[in-house]
């Protein structure tokens, strides 16, 4: 990254001043005393003092503060903000492309820290059966508006009841492109529509339409009905077999609902009696033109996970280029272990070999050639999975036809149609499905037991983060960070203090090239904001600093939104510790200070 910080000192004038109406300040309250008189002599005494001394004062007031006035109003004016100069791409009078130097303001210190950690959450949920729930969510704008969005929910189980069978956990990040409306949409929409789809499992598996409501259904998946039958399937039986067939058909109805809404629209008004069947109707006030239009021209790829806590089961439903990797501890017999990186999703984009051959399978072969060109979908779009993004699914016609009835009377205007668009859609909502087994702690478990192997913890991240570190050092600094590291930590030493072992990634993006020096650092208590710290700055604050400092839209040629959740898990009540992760070194030979 070509960014040069300015190198000068700022001469700052130390000047404590007090806000008016604080003590101390221009505008002191006076101070009350009570006095005890026995007669009136005393206070006229006092009155005659203060006559013959109110004279000096005032001269002392005026000589003391008529220069106090000139100094701070000539001193105390704001110092000018440091800067550093960021080359920009440009247009020279010539027409022609070329790069000049722009002065960006730097943030300071503070303020870079106020903005690592201003959308960040976390929440600990205790469950009855001892697990405790840990769950952490920050994320980093690049755009503005952010483009990013991310929902969780959680599934509880009737306490009253002990035959209840588990919990189901939700969490889902979203990634979305071309504004920020189908991403919005999915965090307020994906995860009902996957719970409902289970609900509809269970009740009919066969997929015929349930005569029960929806919230009977809904109860039925949180608190189901014991079978009459002893050789009928449980309902959590029907469950397990069909969540993944559950969660694909959520993904792909949510997408033609957001896709078909304004088809809907347009096909409604001009069914109507009386409506003209050759003229395009004028809708840009229909009071759902831009509500059903903008979802389904921007996109947005999302990743989903749900821990389905009966069967100690955890399923990623992925579209898109968002990735899930998970941390995996593997102990030794002397108690140390180490982390293996095993990676969920695959990255979908053109450049994953897996996705070029499915794009070419699902389109004539004269189109072989076309459907990807430099790792993109007709040569535009990255992601080939992703919910909306209609121009890439819907007619030439259509797109005419859309364009004109909600936009044209609103001043607004549909991108280009893809010069090669052919056979569409060339992109789909349908996900791809993992499974992992879990191996959850029980209740008798106890807090600060050493942990055994297994699956630990799953980091979900957009592919801001996947820029900038890969996925063994997220593992690494996941790792670490539950094993209690705290300080600075140099690149070169964290593999030997956090072992890690590398699992395979199927790269979607033309990869960055990786500095191998510098340094990790510990600091935060979020840990998602401990990663994001480490994708942008590493150990340099300098570096944190500037990115932070480049205001949008400039800032996305050095960094991408970035949201990550990281959700992990153990044993024991609200005070139980998370390190529990026994490193190959002393913990103190870790510490140090940048």
């Known amino acids: 990254m070509q960014l040069s910080l300015l190198k000068h000192k700022v001469n700052r004038s130390a000047i404590l001043r007090c806000p008016i109406g604080t003590p101390g300040g221009p505008y002191r309250a006076v101070q009350r005393h009570n006095y005890s008189l026995s007669s009136g002599q005393h206070l006229w005494s006092e009155v005659g003092m203060l006559r013959r001394l109110w004279k000096p004062v005032v001269g002392a007031a005026v000589l003391v503060g008529v220069p106090s006035y ?326 030439r016609d259509a797109q005419a036809v859309l364009n004109k009835a909600f936009l044209e009377g609103n001043g607004e205007s549909m991108r280009a149609t893809p010069a090669l668009l052919k056979t569409p859609p060339y992109v789909t909502a349908r996900p791809a499905i993992t499974h992992r087994k879990l191996n959850l702690p029980s209740a008798d478990s106890e807090p600060n037991a050493k942990s055994k192997s297994g699956l630990r913890f799953v980091v979900l991240a957009t592919d801001g983060l996947w820029d900038e570190l890969s996925s063994e050092e997220v593992v690494a600094l996941v790792g670490g960070h539950l094993a209690g590291l705290k300080g600075a930590v140099p690149k070169s030493e964290l593999s030997k203090l956090v072992p890690t072992a590398s699992g395979a990634t199927v790269e979607g993006k033309e990869k960055r090239l990786k500095d191998g020096s510098g340094s990790w650092v510990f600091f935060d208590d979020n840990v998602s904001t401990h990663l994001i710290r480490n994708a942008l700055g590493r150990g340099d604050p300098e570096r944190l600093r500037q990115l932070l400092s480049i205001p949008a839209p400039l800032s996305r040629n050095y960094r991408d939104d970035i949201t990550c959740t990281v959700v992990y898990w153990e044993a024991g009540g609200e005070d139980a510790k998370s390190s529990t992760f026994s490193i190959s070194k002393p913990e103190a030979q870790a510490k140090a200070k940048l």
């Open 70 to 395: 000139l100094y701070f109003k000539y001193t105390s004016k704001v110092q000018p903000r440091m800067t550093f100069d960021l080359p920009v791409r440009m247009r020279g009078p010539d027409g022609k492309p070329t790069v000049v130097k722009r002065p960006i303001g730097l943030l300071t210190k503070e303020e870079a820290e106020e903005r690592l950690k201003a959308y960040a959450t976390s929440a600990s949920t205790v469950r009855p059966n001892g697990i405790v729930w840990k769950q952490t969510t920050a994320f980093m704008p690049s755009n503005n508006p952010i483009e990013d969005a991310n929902a969780s929910q959680i599934i509880q189980r009737d306490v009253l009841d002990k035959s209840s069978p588990g919990d189901l956990l939700f969490f889902a990040v979203m990634d979305g492109h071309a504004g920020p409306y189908t991403s919005r949409l999915l965090s307020k929409v994906l995860i009902p529509s996957v719970a409902l789809e289970l609900a509809l499992f269970l009740q009919q598996p066969s997929g015929t339409e349930p005569k029960a409501s929806t919230l009977q259904k809904l109860k039925s998946l949180i608190w189901p009905v014991e079978s009459s039958s002893s050789h009928a399937p449980s309902p959590l039986e029907e469950s397990r077999k069909y969540t993944p067939l559950a969660l694909e058909r959520a993904f792909t109805n949510l997408d033609s609902e957001i896709v078909d809404s304004p088809l809907r629209i347009l096909a409604q008004e001009m069914s109507r009696d009386g409506a003209d069947k050759k003229t395009i109707p004028n809708l840009s006030q229909h009071p759902m033109a831009m509500a059903s239009m903008l979802p389904a021209m921007s996109g947005s790829c999302a990743i989903l996970a749900l821990f389905d806590t009966a069967h100690r089961d955890l399923y990623i439903a992925s579209t898109g280029d968002c990735r899930a990797v998970a941390g995996v501890w593997e102990e030794n017999e002397n108690g140390t272990g180490t982390w293996r990186t095993d990676v969920l999703t695959e990255d979908q984009t053109g450049r994953n070999p897996n996705e070029l051959k499915r794009m070419q399978s699902e389109h004539p072969a004269d189109e072989a050639d076309t459907v990807i060109m430099r790792g993109r979908v007709l040569g535009g779009l990255e992601p080939t999975r992703a919910f909306g993004d209609a121009r890439y699914k819907w007619s």
